[in-house]
């Protein structure tokens, strides 16, 4: 047995359970979800794709229709069945016409659309990365930064919301191929409807929304949903809010064809362009293991019990918003509308980003370093810290330990501006431990 890694990951598991998640991009998966990922499907093989047909009953109704698919190796009765069971769930859950569940990664995810409509040098209007965009949405150290050409929209600094006139007039004067809506470091609810609008101007503009942070807000339904307001196209990971296992996966609305056809270039077509893109195009061998623990989490999302863990991660971000106000800290936004809270950390205690996420750290409070829109500090050592609630509602905390949570965080930020003495960030990791170990992970019960 390998010894040395398995007692790292037993150390992790240690770390996760003892110490509170405030990244808003991670979670805690199921037993079931862990156990699909860490099954046999691994050792298959199965570029291609399976059949399409009957997708659109229940489960039972998928798994009634038996057709060989479009795979190059044998043997896939058993991931044909899967993938279906996943594509299927992915459209219930999010009101689409196709889904495709390869892709790797979120990253992947975009970059396969961008290869599915772009050709080199067409233009694409995201959000600036420093404004909370994600890295794939056109920062310059990106391969895709170096194929398209990105334009960047921002947010207006008083409210944080998107600069949706900026926005509009960047995308009649550039008339963008893409017009791509969804952030990392955002707070407010994007109004798809608007963006949309402008999108319908522009000949053969895809509309794209990368919903990555908040899709297990969407399943839920307590955040909209762009396909629901004319958006063609929604990429997502699988292991934020939606809390399944790390991948991504993307949602298109249109016809789905037989991906070994090249099918016409229109927006009708993107499915298949689309499933064309991720395989051959931008990936090889799905990993299928992965596809089966989506398949779980899917199915755990479409469970009533789902809406009313989403709509907790926004009660609780709410609550954790309110009481971080409370003890003097300035939140971009001035508050949150989803999972997220961005806060200002300099503006609030003289502190680094950094210095203030080393600091919880060792109290056993994990999130993150983040900038702030305009920010002038370095992107390593930034201004801000960005936090959120959905790994901390799955364990089951509630209103009252938000409460504590910003209380700690008040405490540890003063330790950090040299107004407590640093002692006390030992006495606080015990009671961060003592309060983590009430909640256990969801694989451990
Ligand atoms: N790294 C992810 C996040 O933390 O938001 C985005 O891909």
Redo the contacts with the bound molecule.
């Keep these: 047995m390998d010894k040395k890694v398995f007692e790292l990951i037993a150390a992790e598991k240690q770390r996760q359970s003892e110490g509170l998640e405030l990244?808003?991009?991670?979670n805690y998966v199921s037993r079931e979800v862990l156990e699909a990922m860490g099954s046999e499907l691994t050792n298959k093989y199965s570029e291609g794709y399976p059949n399409f047909e009957g997708l659109d009953g229940d489960d039972d109704e998928v798994l009634a229709t038996t057709t060989a698919g479009h795979r190059y190796y044998g043997g896939q009765d058993n991931t044909n069945q899967i993938e279906r069971l996943a594509i299927a769930r992915a459209r219930r859950l999010f009101h689409a016409d196709h889904a495709n569940v390869q892709p790797h990664s979120?990253?992947q995810a975009n970059n396969a659309v961008y290869n599915a409509w772009l050709e080199p040098g067409d233009t694409v209007l995201g959000m600036n990365l420093g404004h909370g965009g994600?890295?794939?949405h056109g920062s310059p150290v990106t391969q895709s930064a170096k194929i398209y050409n990105f334009i960047a929209y921002g947010t207006n600094t008083e409210t944080g919301d998107i600069d949706y006139d900026e926005l509009e007039r960047l995308a009649r004067e550039h008339q963008p191929k893409i017009i791509l809506v969804g952030y990392?470091?955002f707070m407010k609810v994007p109004d798809f409807e608007r963006v949309a609008k402008v999108g319908k101007e522009i000949p053969g503009c895809l509309l794209m929304a990368d919903m990555?942070?908040v899709a297990g807000l969407i399943a839920g339904g307590v955040h909209p949903n762009p396909l629901d307001y004319g958006f063609h196209v929604m990429t997502t990971?699988t292991h934020?809010t939606l809390r399944g296992p790390r991948g991504g996966l993307i949602l298109s609305k249109g016809i789905v064809g037989n991906p070994l056809r090249r099918p016409e270039h229109t927006l009708e077509n993107i499915p298949t362009l689309i499933d064309r893109s991720v395989f051959p195009g931008t990936q090889g061998g799905p990993l299928e293991h992965v596809i089966a623990a989506k398949a779980v989490s899917f199915y755990e999302a479409l469970q009533p019990e789902f809406h009313d863990y989403a709509a907790k991660i926004v009660e609780n971000a709410k609550a954790l918003a309110a009481a971080l106000k409370e003890r003097g800290f300035k939140l971009i936004g001035d508050g949150t509308e989803n999972h997220l809270i961005l806060v200002n950390v300099v503006d609030s205690y003289g502190i680094d980003g950094k210095k203030f996420e080393r600091a919880l750290d060792k109290i056993g409070l994990t999130l993150?370093a983040n900038s702030i829109p305009n920010d002038t500090r370095k992107p390593f050592e930034p201004s801000g810290v960005?936090l959120g609630t959905p790994a901390i509602t799955t364990r089951g905390l509630g209103v009252d330990e938000m409460v504590q949570i910003a209380e700690w965080m008040k405490k540890a930020a003063e330790v950090c501006a040299g107004e407590r003495d640093e002692s006390e960030l030992a006495t606080m990791r015990e009671e961060v431990r003592e309060l983590a170990l009430r909640f256990p992970l969801p694989s451990e019960k």
Excluded: Q
Aim: proline content about 6%.
């Design positions: 990244i808003p991009s991670e979120g990253a994600h890295l794939t990392s470091a990555a942070h990971t934020k993150n960005r």
